[in-house]
């Protein structure tokens, strides 16, 4: 998988490099190629996918590739995740796979082809956390270890914390209030956030930070 691991590979046969097609309607709308670990699909505009219909949750499924094989992942969706008309929770994924999402159609595909080179921040996921110093969860610290996040123990305020391109996001779901950074209200649209920004959620004061 790695020529850094296996310097003799890299003669070999070209990489596998798998891609969705995302098709509605029969029309091809785009081609995702899979070059991270954890590609994130939904309603949300956060989602690394991004399907605009209300037939399609918020966060609906997530595919996860990892040493070669991808899997789909269904995140508890209204409609549900389908492959190849079958209800699933997860699945490892084939070449020529249909999965069905709402009224939206994606198709896997593997090609012979070199693999894209990821870029430097993706090579190496850093590891987050949200330390929560007021509430029903103080003093304890909860991992940002998903593509999606979502905040714990906000009842009257919901916010997530995503993932992409090594930077990490913080976007405000529900509630009458936005969450804040640094005494800032975010608004409607994903904020940036970085080690050591301070974020308030329904009065409840939470610190980002990434391990060194």
Known sequence: MADAEHPGMQHREAAVAPRLLVCSGGTQLRAVPLTRECLSIGRRPYNDVALNDLTVSGEHALVRTRGGESVVHDLGSRNGTLVNGVVVRQRPLRDGDVIDIGIYRLRFVVDRAAAP????????????????????????????????????????????????????????????????????????????????????????MLRFRLQA
Do not use: K, M
């Open 117 to 204: 080179e990821p870029a430097p921040d993706e090579r190496e996921a850093r590891a987050a956390f949200v330390d929560h110093l007021s509430g029903l969860h103080a003093g304890t610290a909860q991992p940002i270890d998903r593509a999606v996040t979502r905040l714990a123990g906000q009842a009257e305020q919901v916010a997530v914390i995503s993932q992409r391109g090594g930077r990490f996001y913080l976007t405000h779901l529900e509630g009458l209030a936005f969450p804040q950074v640094n005494g800032d209200p975010i608004g409607l649209n994903p904020r940036p956030i970085f080690d050591g920004d301070l974020i308030e959620l329904a009065g409840v």
